[in-house]
């Protein structure tokens, strides 16, 4: 069995939903049940590179498995786990936005990272650790003199503070997020522009700090339905909020490639499992739900991939 790590960037708002809520959101955003972080259900990333997938019908089918008719004849060789929150874009003061991460993400994708044994680095994986932040304090990228990766975007002027949404906190510049930033940057990203962006609003705030923005840094958008008799009103009950990861947002996920001797018999290993899926990735993909109304556009980046 082989493992890479799927990222998923979102481009415009991202809507995986739960269905229903119980509380002033109707359609709230899917989120684990012990952490409240939210996440993309791996069905969804699945489900729609099937779609996009040009290969044989056999082929496709060994890959991603059966139409859902046929699902009981024999499993998919490709699995793919939920994609789990790893940069939350937060407003800032400065800079108009950071890309906001916690220790315990870090540590949950510094864990996934050395798991994937297909196209990570490890020698950059070595260089990776994580420090506890004060719930007063944001660490940001070091800056060094003469380099545009430097944490000045976010930072206010003639202080040294970060204000995200509500929240003014200290800024520290340490060296374990400049090899963050620099690790996660060309995973995600592959115009050197960017990933220069990408370090320039780098910051790490506590779990208590993020636990607080999940909450209050998500989009909710108010969505009506007019009556079908011309007159532009609201129909009876065609008010409700819908919720969604905010555009920006990035997540990550495992893609696992477990052929059985049913695939092997089609000579369906493990590399030709991950050139199917390389394939099947188009410049932009729609994920989650609302798809008429742009939501969930995404670019997706399999680390390792030519």
Not at 91 to 109: D, I, Q
Request: one cysteine or more; a negative charge.
């Amino acid at each position: 069995m082989s493992a890479r790590l799927l990222f998923t960037h979102a481009i415009s708002p991202l809507h995986a939903g739960t269905g229903q809520g119980v509380g002033a959101i109707d359609l709230p955003i899917a989120r684990e049940k012990a952490t409240g972080i939210p996440y993309l259900p791996g069905s969804s990333v699945k489900g729609t590179l099937r779609d996009l997938c040009k290969e044989s019908k056999d082929k496709k089918e060994a890959v991603y498995g059966p139409e859902t008719t046929n699902a009981d004849e024999f499993a998919g060789a490709a699995q793919f786990a939920d994609q789990r929150l790893l940069m939350l874009p937060i407003r800032s003061l400065s800079g108009t936005f950071a890309w906001v991460t916690s220790p315990y993400l870090l540590k949950r994708f510094l864990r996934d990272a050395k798991d994937s044994n297909a196209g990570v680095a490890t020698a950059k994986i070595a260089q990776l650790s994580v420090s506890s932040v004060d719930d007063k304090k944001a660490v940001v990228v070091k800056a060094s003199s003469g380099s545009p990766e430097c944490a000045l975007k976010l930072k206010v002027e003639n202080v040294n503070k970060v204000v995200l949404e509500d929240l003014d906190l200290e800024t520290t510049e340490e060296d374990w997020a400049t090899n963050w930033a620099q690790f996660i940057g060309p995973a995600v990203f592959d115009e050197s522009e960017w990933q220069t962006m990408f370090s320039q609003r780098f910051c790490v705030v506590s779990d208590n700090v993020l636990s607080f923005l999940l909450d209050t840094a998500t989009e909710i958008t108010a969505r009506i339905k007019l009556r079908d008799d011309g007159l532009k009103t609201v129909q009876k009950g065609g008010l409700w909020y819908e919720e969604a990861l905010p555009t920006e947002t990035i997540l990550y996920g495992f893609v696992l490639a477990t052929p059985t001797a049913h695939h092997k018999k089609q000579n369906v290993d493990e590399s030709e499992i991950f050139r199917v899926i390389e394939d099947s990735i188009q410049p932009m993909v729609q994920l989650g739900g609302k798809a008429t109304v742009g939501r969930g556009l995404c670019r997706l980046q399999l680390e390792g991939a030519a």
